[in-house]
Every structure is written in structure tokens, then in C-alpha cells.
């Protein structure tokens, strides 16, 4: 069979396009027909190979003149739900970078959208192509771990700590949204939900921003309008309690992000570092060390199972729209995640529980 030719843009030429770039024209059948930045191209960050590529910087024209029919949506999180909005109406599906959106309305006005479109709209929730994040999550759906009954963890980054990194979009409010709690707490509501299946009820939430101001690249001190640390519990279908704490400056910590899950029959544990490898004590091994008492062994996945399957983001989506049957994180999990992101916002500014609704 032919495999149907997509013609493929992206909006936001920055750190991430190149990811999109990279996973979505491996894919055979695409073709780059245009990027579109509003910056001056020479500060673009897209790769030399793409250079002859028609460039714009205006999103708008881009979409007229090259028709695409997917485009990346790679820009500051503020523009997720206007380029998105653009490239719908312009008859294209859509991958977005996450967070989805600022606003749980905004998340729902690009769902539907999307839906009234009839189009697709993925979301990259990258760590969903982790192989032990996919084990994990096949594990618990076995039943090895039993009920579940605990859930811990952590997202821990120091750049923004560092004197020399300068102060971006991502320490401003309004084209943020969030700090640490939208651009690694989001990783972390969707990755716990990913791995568990187990629905947010309530949460309550702390934030704080212990870095009060930064200079920016051009040499001017800027507030920082975000939370640069974040701490919130949820409470998970069937009163399961999840802690979560997240921050972009402890000093000596990359990209640590964690994961521990125990039931009644074992825990598990999985890290960003070590896409490969599985902290795991449950089922059986229970009895073969016929103790509760031991630490959970750190051990690799089983070999056959590392290599299986495609990253789920953001290509996946390119599978989808050919009529494929793919798993992949969808504009419903950016939503499920940003009502989440809504909630604990909304608890952090009351002080109290806030129903996820
Ligand atoms: N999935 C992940 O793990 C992951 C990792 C990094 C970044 N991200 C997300 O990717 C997005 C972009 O982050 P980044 O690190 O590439 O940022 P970046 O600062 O490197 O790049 C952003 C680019 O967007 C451009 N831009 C600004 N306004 C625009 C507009 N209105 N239309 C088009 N382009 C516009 C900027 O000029 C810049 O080139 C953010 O939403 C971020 O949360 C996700």
C-alpha cells in the first residue's frame, strides 16, 4: 500500500522544534513545507539541514501559503492555544507542546475545536516514550503490585538556580503560565496517571518562588513571576494519596524525575535516567526472598522489551492521521492534565482542597 504523503510546518523555531523536527520527518512520507517564528530567523534554533526551508514570521501566512496537514506547535506556552486555534481553522491536525494551554477554558476551547475540526491533536507528553515508564505501566495493569496503595514523587531541575541562566519567557507569568509546576508538574500529573490509570479527585497545593528576580539576556533585572518550587498531595480514585514536589533549583540535580509506586503485593520505582532500568520488588520476589524487609532492587528491563515499540510523541500522531491504530497522548490527556494544573492553582490561592472536576 502507498503511504499517504503529508505535507508537515512548524510554528516556533526554538529549543523543542528540533525534537519535533527530528522524530516527525524520520517518519517516511513527510515533508517540511515551512517554519514560522516571529523572532529574526538568524536566532532561529533549527538545524543547518533545514535552512532551505520557506521561513515566515507570521504563523498565519505560513499556514495560507503552505497548506500543511500537520503542523508542531512549538512556541512559549501562552501561544499553544491561539497557534493551535490557526491551525485548526487552516484545516491541519496539530501536535502541541505541553503544558496544552494557561487556562482549563483555553484547554477546552482547543479540545473542541479539535473535536467540531475532525481533526487529531497530540501532545507531548515525552516521557510516555520511556521504556520503564511503559513497563511500570504495563506491571501495574497486570496486577503485580496488587491494589495500589501509595504513590511518591519528584521533578527536581537547578538551571534556573545557576547565576548564568538568564531570565526567559518561562519566568514570566503571562507567557508561562506556570513555572516548575506547568513545565515539570504537568510531566508529572500526566506520568502518575499514565502509570497508574487512577483518576485525580482533589488536590492541594504550595508554591514559591525563592528567586525573586534575574537578568535577562540583554543585560536588564527582570521579575520572576513564576513558582520556582511547587509541592502538592492528590487524593486518587479509591482514596490512593500521591505527593508530588517539584523544582528548578536544588542545586546538583539535572533532570531528576521519579516515580514510586507501592501496592500491597510490592513497589516500584522508575527515573528519567534510566529509561532502561527498574526499581522493583513485587509478586513473586516477595516470596523467593521470603522477607518484606529487603530495599527494592534497582534491575534492568527485560532486554526484549527495551527495544519494543516507536516513541508514542510526537510522531505518533503521523501513524493516526494514516489511519493506524497508535497509542499516543492526545488534546483529552493535555486536558485531564490541565484541569489538574487548574486545580491545584485554584488550592494554592484558597488555601484549601480543590475538587478536580
Ligand atoms: N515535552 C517536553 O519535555 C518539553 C521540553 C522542552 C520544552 N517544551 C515545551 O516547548 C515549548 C517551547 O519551549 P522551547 O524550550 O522550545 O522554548 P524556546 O524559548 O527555545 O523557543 C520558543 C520559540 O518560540 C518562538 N515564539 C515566540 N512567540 C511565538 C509565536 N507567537 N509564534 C511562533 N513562535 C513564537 C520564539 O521566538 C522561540 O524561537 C514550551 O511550551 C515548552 O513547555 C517541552
Redesign the pocket.
Known sequence: METQALRYAV???????H?HLNDILAKPGVTLVGI????DPK???VPALHQTVPRFTD?EIMLRETRPDLVSI????K??H??TLLALRHGAHVTC???LALTVAEAEAMESARAAAGKLGGI????RNNAAFRFARELIASGELGRLLRVNTVYLQSFLGAPATPH???NDATL?GFGAL??LGV?MIDGVWFLTGLVYRRVVGLAQTLIPEKTDAGGILRPVTTDTNATWLAELTGGVVATFETTQIAPGYGNFFRIEISGERGTLAVHSDFPEDIWLRAGATLTKYATWKTDVPQQKLPTDFIGRGAPA?PGAIVHAIRGEKVDYPTFADGLRAQRVLGAILDSMQSGAWQAVN
Open positions: 510554528i516556533g523555531a526554538g529549543g523543542i522544534a525534537y514560522a517564528d516571529p523572532a536566532h532561529w534554533r504563523a512549538c512556541t512559549p506556552n501561544f499553544h491561539p497557534c507542546e505541553k503544558p507531548n507528553f515525552s516521557y526567559t519567557w518561562r508561562a506547568g513545565d510531566h510523541t
